[in-house]
C-alpha cells in the first residue's frame, strides 16, 4: 500500500505512512488474526492517480470501492488475483482500455461497477464465470462488439446496465434465463435485430429499456407476462408492427415508452387498465384509429404523448386532468366539447 500510495492519489493526499497506524489510514478496513487488509474504500476523495496494480497483492481483500474520482489509466490485470473480493467498485472515474477478461477469475464476485467511464473493446465473456455476480454495471463507457450470450449463465444476476456504449449485434435470447433479474438496460447503443421473447420470461423485471437502438420487428406480446414491470422503453427504435394488448396485463407498470417507431394499427383498449401509468409516449408512429375512451380511465396518467400519428375523433374527456400541451400536436378536440 505505501509504494501505490501516490500512484493511486495523484494531487490529492492519502494519510498513509509507516508512521501512522495501519487502521487509522484513510479508507482501509483491518480484520482477522493476523490482521490482514479486507477492504479499501475511497470513494469521492478527489483521487487523480491510477488504479495500482499493487493493490493485486491484497490478497484477504473484500471491497474495492474507488468509484466518483479521477483516475485515469486503464484497469489493472493484476485485480484478477483478488479472489476473496466481493464488490469491486470503479464507476465515475477516467478509466480507459479494456475490460481485463482476468476479472472472471474473481468467484467471489458479487457487484462489478465500471460505469462512466472511458472503457473501450468487448465485453470479455469470462464475467459469465462470475457465479455470485448479481450487480453488472458497465454503462455509459465506449464498449464495442456484441453482448456475449454467455452472460445467460449469471443466475444470480439482479441489475445488468449495459446502455450508453457503443455494443452492436442481437440482444441474445440467453439474457432470458436471467430469472432472478429486475433491471435490463441496454438503451444508447446501436443493437440490431429483434426483441427476444424470451426476455417475457424475466419474472423478476422491473424495468426494461432498450431504447435508441436499432431494433426491428415487432413487440413480442410476452412481455405481457412481465407483472413486475414498472418501466417499458422501447422508443427510437425501428419496431413495426402493432401494439400487442397483452401489454395492458403488465399492472404495475408506470411508464411506457414506444415514441419514434414504424408502430401501425390501433392503440389497444387494454392499456385503459394500467392504473399506475403515469406516463405514455406513444408519439412518432403510424397509429390509426381512435383514441380508446378506456384511457380516460388511467387517472395517475401525468404525461400522454399522441403527436405524429395518424389518429382520429376525439381525446376522452377523462383525460382532462393531463397538461393540455401534451395533446396540442395531435390536433384532437376533447369529446363532448
Given at each position: 500500500?505505501?509504494?501505490?500510495?501516490?500512484?493511486?492519489?495523484?494531487?490529492?493526499?492519502?494519510?498513509?505512512s509507516g508512521d501512522r497506524a495501519i487502521a487509522d489510514w484513510d479508507g482501509i478496513t483491518v480484520s482477522g488474526l493476523p490482521l490482514r487488509v479486507t477492504a479499501l474504500v475511497l470513494p469521492e476523495r478527489n483521487l487523480s492517480?491510477?488504479?495500482?496494480?499493487?493493490?493485486?497483492?491484497?490478497?484477504?481483500?473484500?471491497?474495492?470501492?474507488?468509484?466518483?474520482?479521477?483516475?485515469?489509466?486503464?484497469?489493472?490485470?493484476?485485480?484478477?488475483?483478488?479472489?476473496?473480493?466481493?464488490?469491486?467498485?470503479?464507476?465515475?472515474?477516467?478509466?480507459?482500455?479494456?475490460?481485463?477478461?482476468?476479472?472472471?477469475?474473481?468467484?467471489?464476485?458479487?457487484?462489478?461497477?465500471?460505469?462512466?467511464?472511458?472503457?473501450?473493446?468487448?465485453?470479455?465473456?469470462?464475467?459469465?464465470?462470475?457465479?455470485?455476480?448479481?450487480?453488472?454495471?458497465?454503462?455509459?463507457?465506449?464498449?464495442?462488439?456484441?453482448?456475449?450470450?454467455?452472460?445467460?449463465?449469471?443466475?444470480?444476476?439482479?441489475?445488468?446496465?449495459?446502455?450508453?456504449?457503443?455494443?452492436?449485434?442481437?440482444?441474445?435470447?440467453?439474457?432470458?434465463?436471467?430469472?432472478?433479474?429486475?433491471?435490463?438496460?441496454?438503451?444508447?447503443?446501436?443493437?440490431?435485430?429483434?426483441?427476444?421473447?424470451?426476455?417475457?420470461?424475466?419474472?423478476?423485471?422491473?424495468?426494461?429499456?432498450?431504447?435508441?437502438?436499432?431494433?426491428?420487428?415487432?413487440?413480442?406480446?410476452?412481455?405481457?407476462?412481465?407483472?413486475?414491470?414498472?418501466?417499458?422503453?422501447?422508443?427510437?427504435?425501428?419496431?413495426?408492427?402493432?401494439?400487442?394488448?397483452?401489454?395492458?396485463?403488465?399492472?404495475?407498470?408506470?411508464?411506457?415508452?414506444?415514441?419514434?417507431?414504424?408502430?401501425?394499427?390501433?392503440?389497444?383498449?387494454?392499456?385503459?387498465?394500467?392504473?399506475?401509468?403515469?406516463?405514455l409516449w406513444l408519439h412518432d408512429n403510424q397509429l390509426s384509429g381512435s383514441i380508446p375512451q378506456e384511457l380516460g380511465a388511467l387517472t395517475d396518467l401525468e404525461e400522454l404523448s399522441l403527436a405524429g400519428n395518424a389518429l382520429i375523433g376525439c381525446i376522452p374527456p377523462g383525460l382532462r386532468h393531463v397538461p393540455t400541451n401534451d395533446f396540442a400536436e395531435s390536433g384532437l378536440p376533447f369529446?363532448?366539447?
Amino acid at each position: 500500500l505505501l509504494q501505490a500510495r501516490d500512484t493511486l492519489a495523484g494531487s490529492a493526499a492519502l494519510n498513509w505512512s509507516g508512521d501512522r497506524a495501519i487502521a487509522d489510514w484513510d479508507g482501509i478496513t483491518v480484520s482477522g488474526l493476523p490482521l490482514r487488509v479486507t477492504a479499501l474504500v475511497l470513494p469521492e476523495r478527489n483521487l487523480s492517480g491510477i488504479v495500482p496494480p499493487e493493490l493485486g497483492s491484497l490478497s484477504n481483500l473484500k471491497e474495492l470501492s474507488l468509484h466518483f474520482n479521477q483516475l485515469s489509466g486503464s484497469i489493472p490485470s493484476q485485480l484478477g488475483s483478488l479472489t476473496q473480493l466481493k464488490a469491486l467498485g470503479l464507476s465515475d472515474n477516467r478509466l480507459s482500455g479494456t475490460i481485463p477478461p482476468q476479472l472472471g477469475a474473481l468467484t467471489q464476485l458479487e457487484l462489478l461497477g465500471l460505469s462512466e467511464n472511458q472503457l473501450s473493446g468487448p465485453i470479455p465473456p469470462q464475467l459469465a464465470s462470475l457465479p455470485s455476480l448479481e450487480v453488472l454495471n458497465l454503462f455509459e463507457n465506449q464498449l464495442s462488439g456484441t453482448i456475449p450470450p454467455q452472460l445467460g449463465l449469471l443466475a444470480q444476476l439482479e441489475v445488468l446496465g449495459l446502455s450508453g456504449n457503443q455494443l452492436s449485434g442481437p440482444v441474445p435470447p440467453q439474457l432470458g434465463a436471467l430469472t432472478q433479474l429486475e433491471l435490463l438496460g441496454l438503451s444508447h447503443n446501436q443493437l440490431s435485430g429483434t426483441i427476444p421473447p424470451q426476455l417475457g420470461a424475466l419474472a423478476q423485471l422491473e424495468l426494461l429499456g432498450i431504447s435508441e437502438n436499432q431494433l426491428s420487428g415487432t413487440i413480442p406480446p410476452q412481455l405481457g407476462s412481465l407483472t413486475q414491470l414498472k418501466a417499458l422503453g422501447l422508443n427510437d427504435n425501428r419496431l413495426s408492427g402493432t401494439i400487442p394488448p397483452q401489454l395492458g396485463s403488465l399492472a404495475q407498470l408506470e411508464v411506457l415508452s414506444l415514441s419514434r417507431n414504424q408502430l401501425s394499427g390501433p392503440i389497444p383498449s387494454q392499456l385503459g387498465s394500467l392504473a399506475r401509468l403515469s406516463r405514455l409516449w406513444l408519439h412518432d408512429n403510424q397509429l390509426s384509429g381512435s383514441i380508446p375512451q378506456e384511457l380516460g380511465a388511467l387517472t395517475d396518467l401525468e404525461e400522454l404523448s399522441l403527436a405524429g400519428n395518424a389518429l382520429i375523433g376525439c381525446i376522452p374527456p377523462g383525460l382532462r386532468h393531463v397538461p393540455t400541451n401534451d395533446f396540442a400536436e395531435s390536433g384532437l378536440p376533447f369529446c363532448g366539447s
